[in-house]
């Protein structure tokens, strides 16, 4: 489906791996907003057809909550408050509001967030096999389920309005990469 414009910058991986049990905690709090996302779609009537589909991916997303809820647990973490993305954020408020052009936004921003996760778990499973083959498995599991994420949210959009989908993914990818390249502190996964 696409192409970055910009790749995950090299600073990325060791501040990650330096914070990681903070950054299992953001990863958890994400897979539950990624379970309400999808239950929010719902709500677009242009949706109305792929309500199993949303349903099975949210059911998912909990799952996936409860994974690394346990892993949490087994590391002796509480899981805290959520930290806000200022990526994820940016991404989100592009989102134009109005009938038409909110759902194929709304799924373009969700399937580029399913997108960078699955790039991101693809890092972490490799760069954590052998210091935290646990995490490393964890990682490498759930990079399947998330590229599925990924390919359904895009091929919804195209459903929705091909030749719509596809200019404004080019928008979302500019954005994605102008962002991508503002590094910052946080101890979260985006
Ligand atoms: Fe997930
Ligand atoms: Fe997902």
New binding site residues.
């Given amino acids: 489906m696409l192409l970055w414009r910009a790749s995950i910058p090299d600073e990325w991986l060791p501040k990650v791996l330096a914070n990681l049990n903070e950054v299992l905690v953001d990863h958890c709090h994400l897979?539950r907003k990624?379970a309400t996302s999808a239950l929010n779609l719902i709500k677009y009537p242009e949706l109305t057809s792929y309500v199993r589909e949303l349903n099975q991916i949210a059911q998912?997303?909990l799952e996936?909550f409860g994974t690394i809820h346990a892993l949490l647990d087994s590391r002796g973490i509480t899981l805290g408050l959520p930290k806000a993305s200022p990526w994820i954020g940016e991404m989100m408020r592009f989102i134009r509001k109005g009938r038409s052009e909110q759902v194929i936004d709304h799924l373009i921003a969700a399937s580029l967030i399913e997108g960078r996760s699955c790039q991101k778990f693809q890092i972490l499973a490799e760069a954590l096999m052998d210091s935290e083959p646990d995490v490393s498995k964890m990682y490498a599991d759930?990079v399947k389920?998330?590229g599925g994420h990924y390919a359904h949210f895009w091929l919804f959009a195209c459903e929705i309005n091909s030749q719509e989908a596809h200019r404004r993914l080019g928008d979302f990818l500019d954005l994605d990469a102008k962002l991508i390249r503002q590094s910052h502190n946080l101890p979260i996964l985006h």
């Fill in positions: 897979e990624a998912e997303e996936h759930l389920s998330e």
